[in-house]
C-alpha cells in the first residue's frame, strides 16, 4: 500500500532548514520522474518502489545526503558520479542542494533498466516497467513462450490488453480496454 506523501514529508522533519529542503525537493522530483512508482516507507527511508523493488530510497546524515538507488543503478550511471562519493549501494550529495535534475533522471531510468534486466525470472514470470515507472506489460513464460495470462498497459498506467497464450499461441479471449478501463 502506497504511504501518503505527508507521512514521506513528516519522515524529513528530523532534518532542519537547507537539509530538510534538499531532501524534500530531491524525493519530490524523483516523485514525479516515476509517477508509477508506489511511495512507500523502506527500511525506515522514503523510497519508490515498482513492482517488488526499490528504484531509490533517500536519507540525509550529518554531512551529506544519500540516495539508495543500490549497485547495479550506479554501475548503469558510473560516468557522471567523478564529483560525488559512492559506496556499494549509495550515492552521497550536498545536505543543503537538492540532487540535479540530470541526476534524479539518469537515477530513475538506471533504476527501471535495472529492475526491467532481472526479469524473466526462473520461474517464468516476466514484469516489464516504462520509464516513467508505469508497468508496460507481464506474463510468464515457460520453456521460452508465451504461457497463460498476460496484460498489457499504455504509458499512462492504464490497462489496454489482456488475453492467454499456451504455447506462445493466442488462446481464449482477449480483452481490449479503452482509457476509462472499461472493455472495448
Do not use: C
Not at 500500500?1 to 537547507?18: E, L
Not at 536519507?59 to 538507488?69: L, V
Request: aromatic share 14%; charged share 20%; glycine share 10%.
Amino acid at each position: 500500500m502506497a504511504t501518503p506523501m505527508n507521512a514521506v514529508d513528516a519522515s524529513f522533519d528530523a532534518f532542519d532548514g537547507a537539509q530538510r529542503e534538499a531532501l524534500l525537493a530531491t524525493f519530490h522530483a524523483f516523485e514525479k520522474a516515476l509517477p508509477g512508482g508506489e511511495v512507500v516507507i523502506a527500511w525506515g527511508m522514503p523510497s519508490i518502489k515498482m513492482g517488488t523493488a526499490a528504484v531509490v530510497s533517500l536519507w540525509g546524515f550529518n554531512n551529506h545526503n544519500s540516495i539508495f538507488p543500490g549497485p547495479d543503478a550506479i554501475s548503469r550511471v558510473a560516468d557522471k558520479l567523478v564529483n560525488y562519493t559512492v559506496t556499494k549501494g549509495t550515492v552521497h550529495f550536498d545536505g543543503d542542494k537538492p540532487l540535479s535534475a540530470a541526476m534524479v533522471k539518469a537515477f530513475s531510468q538506471a533504476g527501471i533498466d535495472s529492475i526491467n534486466a532481472r526479469y524473466p525470472k526462473k520461474d517464468g514470470t516476466f514484469l516489464e516497467f516504462y520509464d516513467n515507472g508505469y508497468p508496460k506489460q507481464q506474463g510468464k513464460y515457460r520453456n521460452g513462450a508465451m504461457y497463460g495470462t498476460w496484460s498489457w498497459w499504455r504509458r499512462d498506467g492504464s490497462l489496454m490488453r489482456t488475453g492467454s497464450f499456451r504455447e506462445g499461441e493466442k488462446t481464449g479471449e482477449w480483452v481490449t480496454y479503452g482509457r476509462d478501463s472499461l472493455p472495448i
